[in-house]
Structure formats: structure tokens, C-alpha cells
């Protein structure tokens, strides 16, 4: 499969930030907060541009549907 060739592991909280990153240049006025899970260490992921790609649509879809204020919680269990 080609998306797993381009595929990277990467721990991941790194992920979620840049992800949110990538999609706070795209929705800069976009208003949102993000609740980071503590306590576990942030496993590692093996992700690729899909995987992106899907969050950063999800995210502009949160925002249309709630333009003052999205919420992006993060967490993992073992």
C-alpha cells in the first residue's frame, strides 16, 4: 500500500499538535481549546497524510457547525 510507505511513527501528542498546527494556519480566526490528556505517556502512532488529512476535516467541520468555539480533547489508555 503506498499510504504505508509514506507512513512515519511518531509519538502521538506530537501528531495532535501538529495537526492542530497545520489547521490553525488554515482557520486562523477559528476559536477552540484543547484539553491534553496527562498522566499516561503519549503513545507512539504510525501515521501518514490520511491521517491528517481526516483530522484537519473533522476540525473544519467542528468549526462550521460551531464557529465560536471548539473543543479538542486528547486521551489513551494502554
Same mark, same amino acid.
Given at each position: 500500500?503506498?499510504?504505508? &510507505?509514506?507512513a512515519? +511513527? #511518531?509519538?502521538?501528542?506530537?501528531?495532535?499538535?501538529?495537526?492542530? =498546527?497545520?489547521?490553525? @494556519?488554515?482557520?486562523?480566526?477559528? &476559536?477552540?481549546e484543547? +484539553? #491534553?490528556?496527562?498522566?499516561?505517556?503519549?503513545?507512539?502512532?504510525? =501515521?501518514?497524510?490520511? @491521517?491528517?488529512?481526516?483530522?484537519?476535516?473533522?476540525?473544519?467541520?467542528?468549526?462550521?457547525?460551531?464557529?465560536?468555539?471548539?473543543?479538542?480533547?486528547?486521551?489513551?489508555?494502554?
Open positions: 500500500m503506498q499510504r504505508l &510507505q509514506d512515519t +511513527a #511518531v509519538k502521538a501528542l506530537d501528531f495532535i499538535n501538529e495537526v492542530i =498546527a497545520k489547521w490553525q @494556519l488554515l482557520r486562523p480566526m477559528a &476559536q477552540f484543547c +484539553a #491534553v490528556a496527562i498522566g499516561e505517556s503519549s503513545p507512539w502512532i504510525v =501515521a501518514d497524510t490520511t @491521517l491528517s488529512q481526516a483530522l484537519i476535516s473533522i476540525l473544519n467541520n467542528s468549526a462550521d457547525a460551531s464557529p465560536e468555539h471548539v473543543r479538542i480533547q486528547t486521551r489513551w489508555t494502554q
